[in-house]
């Protein structure tokens, strides 16, 4: 079945960067933009952007532009999201989801929680 | 960017009751869908502890494990997403979100709560 597996938590100090990664099986990978979606605890959802795992293409929302960088690795499926100069208000849980700009999100990783915590 | 509105933020119901949430976009989300026709509008299930999970797109059509006691209507602006008899299960909370227009927006989220 289509399945999204994140990789596990992480805890990072203010200033520093983390990388997230989704590994994606049970569909073609190249076929459909993959989502970055984060959510703060107790808030709601904010999409960050996607890419195009085809031609690597990727749209950033303007507030996440210069600090995130979304990659895919097509030889494994997996995508990338990596975020930088982190602060204290990065703390969220992150999900890639299936489907990018202009689709809905039909599947969706289970999260990855990142804290960042002095 | 599109603004979507939803109301209630919670909504206090019983098991068997039904339920009808708002979404309001300050845009139209179907004169700028790419799918001609089509409202680029979609509705999350996101029971607490788990990954938000599609139940409507295209704003009317039910996503793969959903029962017909789900349906979503609306197109411009204003969208609804209907739950008839409750069940247990059912009680979380909503996200509409628009996907007509870059960024895709998400509305605020109602919680669906048990009386």
């Known amino acids: 079945q289509v399945q999204l597996v994140q990789s596990g938590a992480e805890v990072r100090k203010p200033g520093a960067s983390v990388k997230v990664s989704c590994k994606a099986s049970g569909y073609t990978f190249t076929t459909y933009g993959l989502s970055w979606v984060r959510q703060a605890p107790g808030q709601g959802l904010e999409w960050m952007g996607w890419i195009d795992p085809y031609n690597g293409n990727t749209y950033y929302v303007q507030k996440f532009q210069g600090r995130v960088t979304m990659t895919t690795d097509t030889s494994t499926g997996t995508a990338y999201m990596e975020l930088r100069s982190l602060r204290s208000d990065d703390t969220a849980e992150y999900y890639c989801?299936?489907?990018?700009?202009?689709?809905?999100?039909?599947?969706w990783g289970k999260g990855t929680t990142v804290t960042v915590s002095s | 960017e599109i603004v979507l509105t939803q109301s209630p933020g919670t909504l206090s119901l019983s098991p068997g009751e039904g339920a009808t949430l708002s979404c309001r976009a300050s845009q139209s989300v179907t004169n700028a869908c790419q799918s001609v026709?089509?409202?680029?509008l979609a509705w999350y299930q996101q029971r607490p502890g788990q990954a938000p999970r599609l139940l409507i797109y295209?704003?009317?059509s039910r996503a793969a494990g959903f029962p017909d006691r789900f349906s979503g209507s609306g197109s411009g602006t204003d969208f609804t997403l209907t739950i008839s008899r409750l069940e247990p299960e059912d009680f979380a909370v909503y996200y509409c979100q628009q996907y007509a227009s870059s960024p895709p927006t998400f509305g605020q989220g109602t919680k669906l709560e048990i009386k």
């Open positions: 026709g089509n409202a680029c």
């Open positions: 989801a299936r489907g990018g700009g202009g689709w809905h999100q039909d599947v």
């Open positions: 295209g704003a009317s």
